[in-house]
């Protein structure tokens, strides 16, 4: 052997844990497959959701006697081990490049249609003229 050390391929910079210094870190469930997996290594997610679902969210808002009342949101923490997190896609597979790249992934940004008067909702079952009347829908042959 030569004197000089050789150095190991490492996959990971921090080699797929946040231990960093600790021994030994507890073991939590993964909640999908009830693997045991190192609570450092395990990833972890906010599920945000209304406790109300969209379709009864407006029948409690009119009914409510408080005006401009927000309704609690249910935050549930997921966790999983790295084969479930693939396989359910909350997290991918990235190249060697990509893996290098520790930015987080750009927020999707949700785009707001303007809102027109009441009632008339979204101009369904055809289009509406200037005079108030409607135009006929196109015969298909």
């Known amino acids: ?17 946040s231990k ?5 870190s507890t073991s939590i469930r993964c909640d999908n497959c009830a693997r045991m997996v190192p609570k450092d290594k395990a990833i972890k997610r906010f ?5 109300v679902e969209s379709a009864a969210l407006r029948d409690i808002s009119e009914a409510s006697v408080i005006d401009g009342y ?15 997190a ?20 750009a927020r999707a940004v949700r785009i707001q249609r303007p809102q ?3 009632g008339h909702g979204g ?12 135009q006929p829908a196109p015969v298909r042959a």
């Open 86 to 105: 693939i396989h359910s896609k909350v997290v991918r597979v990235r190249s060697r490049e990509g893996r290098r790249n520790r930015d987080p992934p």
């Open 70 to 84: 927000v309704l609690p949101k249910l935050y549930n923490k997921v966790q999983h081990c790295v084969s479930c």
């Open 20 to 24: 960093h210094g600790r021994g030994k």
């Open 1 to 17: 052997l030569s004197s000089h050390s050789v150095k190991m391929v490492v996959k990971r910079r921090n080699h797929g844990r």
């Open 116 to 118: 027109g008067p009441p």
């Open 123 to 134: 101009q369904q079952g055809g289009q509406q003229q200037q005079g108030g009347q409607q």
């Open 47 to 51: 599920h945000v959701r209304n406790i």
